[in-house]
């Protein structure tokens, strides 16, 4: 009976965690714009990773789909900075407290004072221009944010039962943060690094568009559209395609963010 019993009680446990993951995924292909803003960064991963079979021309010829490249390149990388100084600062600062939370959030609120384009062309005057320092700049810009969203987990994550009852078995601190506290925060850093990428395409693209980001003969289309100002009477398509690009591809991110928001969290699910 007692077999029996453990067995009628580990069967249900499994399908109910099925069912969360069905009801997640679920969710997001209820959300037609979600479905929308997918397919629309695959179409953009596909021109980045085809454009010597779609575009067979020269990148210093300024086409758009090379621009892809560089978008999607900044995005990622600046995402990966932001989230690297964001999970180690704000788990810190939410985790530990005290005056570690006291000096994390001063200056992070110092950086947050800044206008955030001001910011970003602070860092990359400092560094110079070039796709690295742009990524550098865009991630240093976003890092402040992430920290912010990092520690109201944690803060959050950290005075629940389980979080209680693995401290009373003696876990310890590190185990907590990592195995208890962090698989919670997830979904929140998740969400919000799909987000930031939209806002790092803008970023790159204003820094170029100033000419503090990538230089010539690099592809971007922020740089394609600063090229183009001055053909806007005679050849309007020379800036209108690489804006329109940049609305499209921070359209498609922003639409999956949303989607997955709508998916990952369960007080949203349903409402669709």
Not at 235 to 256: C, K, R
Request: proline residues 5%; hydrophobic residues 55%.
């Amino acid at each position: 009976m007692a077999i029996s019993a453990v067995g009628a009680l580990e069967g249900p446990r499994v399908s109910v965690v099925d069912t969360g993951r069905l009801s997640a995924w679920g969710q997001f292909r209820r959300n037609r714009l979600a479905v929308a803003g997918l397919a629309i960064v695959a179409l953009l991963l596909i021109a980045a990773l085809g454009a010597p079979w779609l575009a067979p021309v020269e990148p210093a010829k300024q086409r758009v789909i090379y621009g892809s490249r560089v978008a999607l390149v900044v995005s990622v990388l600046s995402v990966a900075v932001a989230l690297t100084l964001g999970l180690t600062l704000g788990c810190l600062a939410g985790f530990l407290g005290g005056w570690t939370d006291v000096l994390v959030m001063r200056a992070t609120e110092v950086l947050l004072a800044f206008p955030y384009l001001l910011l970003a062309i602070a860092v990359v005057s400092a560094l110079g221009p070039g796709v690295f320092n742009t990524t550098l700049a865009v991630g240093i810009w976003g890092a402040p944010t992430v920290i912010r969203v990092v520690r109201g987990a944690v803060l959050v994550a950290r005075e629940t039962e389980y979080v209680s009852a693995a401290r009373a078995l003696g876990a310890t601190a590190l185990r907590v943060l990592t195995r208890h506290v962090l698989r919670n925060v997830l979904p929140t850093v998740i969400v919000y690094s799909t987000l930031f990428m939209a806002n790092a395409i803008l970023v790159e693209a204003a820094l170029s568009f100033l000419g503090l980001g990538v230089q010539p003969p690099t592809p971007s289309w922020g740089l394609m559209v600063s090229t183009g100002r001055d053909l806007l009477l005679v050849a309007p398509h020379v800036a209108t395609i690489p804006g329109l690009a940049i609305l499209v591809a921070v359209l498609g991110f922003n639409l999956l963010g949303d989607g997955l928001r709508d998916a990952l969290d369960p007080r949203l699910r349903g409402r669709i």
